[in-house]
Protein backbone atom coordinates (compact mmCIF):
# COMPACT_ATOMS: atom_id res chain seq x y z
CA UNK A 1 0.00 0.00 0.00
CA UNK A 2 1.42 3.73 -0.76
CA UNK A 3 2.00 5.71 2.16
CA UNK A 4 -0.03 8.59 0.88
CA UNK A 5 -2.96 9.53 3.48
CA UNK A 6 -5.37 12.00 3.60
CA UNK A 7 -4.32 13.34 7.51
CA UNK A 8 -7.42 13.75 9.58
CA UNK A 9 -5.78 14.84 13.37
CA UNK A 10 -8.94 15.61 15.17
CA UNK A 11 -9.76 18.62 16.96
CA UNK A 12 -7.66 18.20 20.00
CA UNK A 13 -4.21 17.88 17.94
CA UNK A 14 -5.30 21.09 16.18
CA UNK A 15 -6.11 23.26 19.69
CA UNK A 16 -5.09 21.16 22.76
CA UNK A 17 -2.26 18.41 21.84
CA UNK A 18 -0.80 20.73 19.39
CA UNK A 19 2.23 18.42 20.06
CA UNK A 20 1.24 15.10 19.18
CA UNK A 21 0.58 16.84 15.78
CA UNK A 22 3.99 18.23 15.24
CA UNK A 23 5.08 15.40 16.25
CA UNK A 24 3.03 12.78 14.49
CA UNK A 25 4.28 15.05 11.32
CA UNK A 26 7.37 15.20 11.80
CA UNK A 27 8.06 10.79 12.30
CA UNK A 28 5.65 10.48 9.49
CA UNK A 29 7.99 12.16 7.07
CA UNK A 30 11.20 10.65 8.38
CA UNK A 31 9.80 7.71 7.48
CA UNK A 32 8.34 8.35 3.75
CA UNK A 33 5.01 8.85 4.54
CA UNK A 34 3.03 11.51 3.09
CA UNK A 35 0.20 13.36 5.31
CA UNK A 36 -1.76 15.33 3.42
CA UNK A 37 -4.19 17.95 5.02
CA UNK A 38 -7.72 17.83 4.92
CA UNK A 39 -9.00 21.53 4.52
CA UNK A 40 -12.61 20.92 4.44
CA UNK A 41 -12.94 18.97 7.31
CA UNK A 42 -14.54 19.30 10.93
CA UNK A 43 -15.01 18.09 13.70
CA UNK A 44 -16.25 14.43 13.49
CA UNK A 45 -19.34 14.61 16.42
CA UNK A 46 -17.35 11.68 18.47
CA UNK A 47 -19.42 9.78 20.17
CA UNK A 48 -21.75 12.27 21.63
CA UNK A 49 -23.23 13.06 18.23
CA UNK A 50 -23.62 9.83 17.07
CA UNK A 51 -25.52 9.02 20.62
CA UNK A 52 -27.96 11.92 20.13
CA UNK A 53 -28.15 12.33 16.51
CA UNK A 54 -27.07 9.54 14.82
CA UNK A 55 -28.28 10.60 11.24
CA UNK A 56 -26.41 13.50 11.67
CA UNK A 57 -23.40 11.86 12.93
CA UNK A 58 -23.39 9.61 10.00
CA UNK A 59 -23.66 12.87 7.32
CA UNK A 60 -20.80 14.33 8.91
CA UNK A 61 -18.80 11.15 8.61
CA UNK A 62 -19.30 10.73 5.29
CA UNK A 63 -18.74 14.15 3.96
CA UNK A 64 -15.00 13.71 6.02
CA UNK A 65 -14.45 10.33 4.04
CA UNK A 66 -15.58 11.73 0.75
CA UNK A 67 -13.07 14.34 0.91
CA UNK A 68 -10.07 11.42 1.24
CA UNK A 69 -12.11 9.60 -1.05
CA UNK A 70 -12.08 12.73 -3.55
CA UNK A 71 -8.09 12.88 -3.28
CA UNK A 72 -8.00 8.97 -4.22
CA UNK A 73 -6.55 8.33 -0.40
CA UNK A 74 -7.27 6.07 3.27
CA UNK A 75 -7.57 8.40 5.86
CA UNK A 76 -5.32 8.53 8.33
CA UNK A 77 -5.76 9.71 12.31
CA UNK A 78 -4.60 10.07 15.76
CA UNK A 79 -6.85 10.27 18.14
CA UNK A 80 -9.00 7.14 19.13
CA UNK A 81 -12.12 8.79 19.07
CA UNK A 82 -12.15 10.50 15.91
CA UNK A 83 -11.05 6.53 14.53
CA UNK A 84 -14.24 4.96 15.88
CA UNK A 85 -16.06 7.34 14.84
CA UNK A 86 -14.99 7.47 11.10
CA UNK A 87 -14.69 3.53 11.15
CA UNK A 88 -18.12 3.21 12.89
CA UNK A 89 -19.64 5.19 9.88
CA UNK A 90 -17.35 3.32 7.02
CA UNK A 91 -18.18 -0.07 8.46
CA UNK A 92 -21.60 0.31 7.88
CA UNK A 93 -21.36 2.46 4.66
CA UNK A 94 -19.56 -0.68 3.35
CA UNK A 95 -22.22 -2.75 4.53
CA UNK A 96 -25.27 -1.41 4.12
CA UNK A 97 -25.46 -0.03 0.62
CA UNK A 98 -29.62 1.82 1.03
CA UNK A 99 -28.06 3.92 4.22
CA UNK A 100 -25.31 5.09 1.83
CA UNK A 101 -27.59 5.64 -0.64
CA UNK A 102 -29.80 7.85 2.35
CA UNK A 103 -26.67 9.79 3.74
CA UNK A 104 -25.27 10.42 0.17
CA UNK A 105 -28.95 11.91 -0.95
CA UNK A 106 -28.51 14.36 2.03
CA UNK A 107 -24.76 15.12 1.40
CA UNK A 108 -26.04 15.89 -2.67
CA UNK A 109 -28.48 18.28 -1.46
CA UNK A 110 -25.73 20.82 0.39
CA UNK A 111 -23.61 20.25 -2.90
CA UNK A 112 -21.24 17.97 -1.15
CA UNK A 113 -19.57 15.00 -3.49
CA UNK A 114 -21.79 11.38 -2.50
CA UNK A 115 -19.36 8.67 -0.83
CA UNK A 116 -18.66 5.78 -2.62
CA UNK A 117 -17.26 3.28 0.63
CA UNK A 118 -14.06 2.96 -1.03
CA UNK A 119 -11.47 4.09 1.55
CA UNK A 120 -10.25 2.69 4.97
CA UNK A 121 -9.75 4.49 8.24
CA UNK A 122 -6.25 3.79 9.39
CA UNK A 123 -4.56 4.90 12.97
CA UNK A 124 -1.06 6.48 12.23
CA UNK A 125 0.07 3.87 15.06
CA UNK A 126 -1.25 0.70 12.60
CA UNK A 127 0.71 2.03 9.53
CA UNK A 128 4.00 2.59 11.17
CA UNK A 129 4.06 -0.27 12.75
CA UNK A 130 2.07 -2.79 10.13
CA UNK A 131 2.91 -1.15 7.33
CA UNK A 132 6.42 0.20 7.59
CA UNK A 133 9.49 -2.41 7.32
CA UNK A 134 10.47 -3.27 11.12
CA UNK A 135 13.99 -3.39 9.55
CA UNK A 136 13.72 0.20 7.49
CA UNK A 137 12.01 1.89 10.79
CA UNK A 138 14.57 0.28 12.93
CA UNK A 139 17.37 1.97 11.08
CA UNK A 140 16.02 5.66 11.76
CA UNK A 141 15.87 5.19 15.43
CA UNK A 142 19.27 6.94 16.82
CA UNK A 143 18.65 6.81 20.19
CA UNK A 144 17.77 3.27 21.81
CA UNK A 145 15.28 3.28 25.03
CA UNK A 146 17.47 1.46 26.58
CA UNK A 147 15.35 -0.39 28.51
CA UNK A 148 13.14 2.66 29.54
CA UNK A 149 10.00 0.78 30.96
CA UNK A 150 7.25 2.18 29.33
CA UNK A 151 3.77 1.58 30.14
CA UNK A 152 1.13 1.39 26.71
CA UNK A 153 -1.65 2.62 27.41
CA UNK A 154 -4.05 1.81 24.39
CA UNK A 155 -7.34 3.23 25.38
CA UNK A 156 -10.56 1.81 24.29
CA UNK A 157 -11.82 3.64 21.08
CA UNK A 158 -9.52 1.98 19.40
CA UNK A 159 -10.15 -1.33 20.73
CA UNK A 160 -13.90 -1.97 20.64
CA UNK A 161 -15.79 -3.16 18.79
CA UNK A 162 -13.34 -5.18 17.07
CA UNK A 163 -15.21 -6.12 13.72
CA UNK A 164 -15.10 -2.36 12.66
CA UNK A 165 -11.26 -1.63 12.38
CA UNK A 166 -8.82 -2.34 9.50
CA UNK A 167 -6.70 -3.64 11.93
CA UNK A 168 -6.20 -5.83 14.98
CA UNK A 169 -8.15 -4.56 17.73
CA UNK A 170 -9.89 -5.73 20.85
CA UNK A 171 -7.58 -8.16 22.82
CA UNK A 172 -5.24 -8.98 20.03
CA UNK A 173 -3.81 -5.72 20.09
CA UNK A 174 -0.13 -4.98 20.20
CA UNK A 175 0.76 -2.12 18.43
CA UNK A 176 1.89 -0.69 21.44
CA UNK A 177 3.95 -3.27 22.46
CA UNK A 178 5.53 -3.71 19.26
CA UNK A 179 6.52 -0.36 18.95
CA UNK A 180 7.98 0.12 22.28
CA UNK A 181 10.29 -3.39 22.31
CA UNK A 182 11.16 -2.57 18.30
CA UNK A 183 12.97 1.23 19.97
CA UNK A 184 14.87 -0.53 22.64
CA UNK A 185 12.15 -0.38 25.73
CA UNK A 186 10.64 -3.04 27.87
CA UNK A 187 6.69 -2.85 27.76
CA UNK A 188 4.96 -3.01 30.94
CA UNK A 189 1.93 -5.50 31.63
CA UNK A 190 -0.61 -3.86 34.22
CA UNK A 191 -3.93 -3.61 34.98
CA UNK A 192 -5.63 -1.12 32.79
CA UNK A 193 -4.07 -0.84 29.80
CA UNK A 194 -7.51 -0.82 27.63
CA UNK A 195 -9.67 0.70 29.55
CA UNK A 196 -11.37 3.83 29.61
CA UNK A 197 -9.10 7.27 30.24
CA UNK A 198 -12.10 8.92 31.71
CA UNK A 199 -12.86 11.48 29.19
CA UNK A 200 -16.29 11.16 28.07
CA UNK A 201 -17.40 11.69 30.83
CA UNK A 202 -14.97 14.42 31.75
CA UNK A 203 -18.61 17.13 32.44
CA UNK A 204 -20.86 14.57 33.73
CA UNK A 205 -19.02 13.37 36.66
CA UNK A 206 -15.61 14.71 37.37
CA UNK A 207 -15.00 12.86 40.30
CA UNK A 208 -15.16 9.61 38.53
CA UNK A 209 -12.89 10.72 35.38
CA UNK A 210 -10.32 11.40 37.87
CA UNK A 211 -10.24 7.92 39.50
CA UNK A 212 -10.52 6.31 36.47
CA UNK A 213 -7.37 8.26 34.99
CA UNK A 214 -5.95 7.92 38.34
CA UNK A 215 -6.47 4.20 38.95
CA UNK A 216 -4.93 3.57 35.26
CA UNK A 217 -1.38 5.67 35.95
CA UNK A 218 -1.72 4.21 39.33
CA UNK A 219 -1.60 0.44 38.20
CA UNK A 220 0.96 1.38 35.92
CA UNK A 221 3.39 2.67 37.98
CA UNK A 222 3.46 -0.02 40.45
CA UNK A 223 4.29 -2.25 37.48
CA UNK A 224 7.42 -0.25 37.18
CA UNK A 225 6.74 2.34 34.28
CA UNK A 226 9.03 5.44 34.13
CA UNK A 227 6.48 6.83 31.16
CA UNK A 228 3.22 6.17 29.81
CA UNK A 229 2.01 6.35 26.06
CA UNK A 230 -1.08 6.48 23.90
CA UNK A 231 -1.92 6.10 20.56
CA UNK A 232 -5.09 9.20 21.36
CA UNK A 233 -4.78 12.84 21.95
CA UNK A 234 -8.00 12.57 23.86
CA UNK A 235 -6.43 9.90 25.96
CA UNK A 236 -2.85 12.43 26.74
CA UNK A 237 -5.49 14.93 27.24
CA UNK A 238 -6.96 12.89 30.41
CA UNK A 239 -4.08 10.50 31.48
CA UNK A 240 -1.66 13.56 31.23
CA UNK A 241 -2.98 17.13 31.68
CA UNK A 242 -5.60 16.25 34.34
CA UNK A 243 -2.99 13.89 36.91
CA UNK A 244 -3.09 17.04 38.61
CA UNK A 245 -6.52 17.31 39.83
CA UNK A 246 -6.78 13.24 39.61
CA UNK A 247 -3.92 14.16 42.85
CA UNK A 248 -5.84 16.28 44.60
CA UNK A 249 -9.16 14.41 43.78
CA UNK A 250 -7.48 10.89 45.74
CA UNK A 251 -4.97 12.47 48.38
CA UNK A 252 -1.97 11.14 46.77
CA UNK A 253 0.97 12.04 44.01
CA UNK A 254 0.87 10.26 40.40
CA UNK A 255 3.56 11.90 38.64
CA UNK A 256 3.96 9.64 35.71
CA UNK A 257 5.19 11.07 32.68
CA UNK A 258 2.33 10.68 29.98
CA UNK A 259 2.50 11.49 25.88
CA UNK A 260 1.79 10.31 22.80
CA UNK A 261 3.55 7.32 21.41
CA UNK A 262 4.44 10.13 18.35
CA UNK A 263 6.43 12.20 20.89
CA UNK A 264 8.06 9.24 22.39
CA UNK A 265 8.93 8.07 18.58
CA UNK A 266 10.17 11.28 17.64
CA UNK A 267 12.64 11.11 20.80
CA UNK A 268 14.32 7.64 19.67
CA UNK A 269 14.38 9.19 15.80
CA UNK A 270 16.79 11.86 17.08
CA UNK A 271 13.48 14.40 16.91
CA UNK A 272 13.23 15.70 19.86
CA UNK A 273 12.90 19.10 18.72
CA UNK A 274 9.64 18.16 17.12
CA UNK A 275 8.49 16.33 20.23
CA UNK A 276 7.14 18.91 22.02
CA UNK A 277 8.08 17.43 25.54
CA UNK A 278 8.25 20.89 27.29
CA UNK A 279 3.82 21.03 26.78
CA UNK A 280 4.34 17.76 29.04
CA UNK A 281 2.31 18.43 32.45
CA UNK A 282 4.11 15.88 34.51
CA UNK A 283 8.17 16.42 32.56
CA UNK A 284 9.54 13.10 31.22
CA UNK A 285 12.62 15.11 30.95
CA UNK A 286 15.18 13.75 33.66
CA UNK A 287 13.97 10.26 33.11
CA UNK A 288 14.53 10.47 29.61
CA UNK A 289 18.31 12.29 30.51
CA UNK A 290 19.01 9.03 32.90
CA UNK A 291 18.17 7.13 29.76
CA UNK A 292 20.68 8.86 27.40
CA UNK A 293 17.83 9.93 25.39
CA UNK A 294 18.51 13.86 25.81
Known amino acids: MKLDFAYYPGCAA ?45 AVAARILSEAEEGGRHLVTICNTCLQTLSHANHRFQNEPDL ?14 PYQATIQVFHLLWVITDQIDPQ ?9 LNGLRVAPFYGCHNLRPAEIFAAKAGEEADHLDRLILLL ?18 MLSDKTEMRAMLAKNCLNAKKAG ?56 HVSPQATLTARGLL
Open 14 to 58: KQVQKEADRAARAVAQTLGITLRDMPRATCCGAVSLRETKPAFSL
Open 100 to 113: LEKINHVLVQVGVR
Open 136 to 144: FLKSKVKKS
Open 184 to 201: GGQPVAYDGHDKCCGFHV
Open 225 to 280: AEVMITPCTLCDMSMGSFQGPAEKSIGQPIQLPEMNFAQLLAVAMGLEGSAGLNRL
